[in-house]
């Protein structure tokens, strides 16, 4: 049974910590081809419709990698940062301290939305440009990806705000408070 992260929490690793020999990978996949993913992931992240009119059965399948950590967000495939149903700030910096901790410990990511397209392409894609800002190897499996541009930017926007390289990483990303 994997194990549910509820929205504000995310793994806690310090810089130092081993990590594995080999580099992390992230894999996009739509839900149909949810346990079709081509490594046995460490870390599941699924992004499912905020539409209220769509039963989650449809769009919330069981989770096939039992061992696996279990990420999930609600938000829509749009690219206008003032749709309520957009990636949301909070969204985008529990995501982004998920992607950067998976890549420096070498973890395996499978990441779905419904069609595998947009929204987890954006993710896939995001966590490549982190491990190339934190010097750190990541590979990518994208399937044909349409990163969506809103996702991606909003995650990448955290890194601005990272802590020295001698720290933990935060929970989230400093508001600058």
């Not at 699924?46 to 279990?70: C, G, H, M, V, W």
């Amino acid at each position: 049974m994997g194990i549910d992260i509820p929205a504000g929490a995310a793994i806690l690793a310090p810089l130092n910590q081993t990590r594995s020999v080999m580099p992390a990978h992230f894999e996009n996949v739509s839900m149909v081809e949810f346990d079709k993913g081509n490594r046995s992931p460490t870390v599941v992240i699924r992004i499912l419709d905020t539409l209220k009119d769509k039963p989650d059965d449809l769009q919330f399948s069981e989770n096939p990698y039992p061992e696996a950590l279990d990420f999930y967000f609600r938000f829509d495939d749009t690219t206008d940062p003032d749709d309520a149903h957009a990636i949301q700030p909070e969204q985008a910096r529990e995501l982004f301290n998920t992607l950067s901790n998976c890549i420096r410990l070498g973890w395996n990511v499978l990441i779905h939305c419904v069609m595998g397209k947009c929204r987890s392409g954006a993710i896939t894609h995001a966590a490549q440009a982190l491990g190339q800002f934190y010097g750190l190897p990541v590979t990518i499996t994208d399937h044909g990806a349409i990163p969506n541009v809103l996702v991606k930017s909003m995650i990448l926007r955290c890194a601005y705000d990272q802590p020295p390289p001698e720290q933990k990483i935060p929970l989230s990303c400093p508001d600058g408070d």
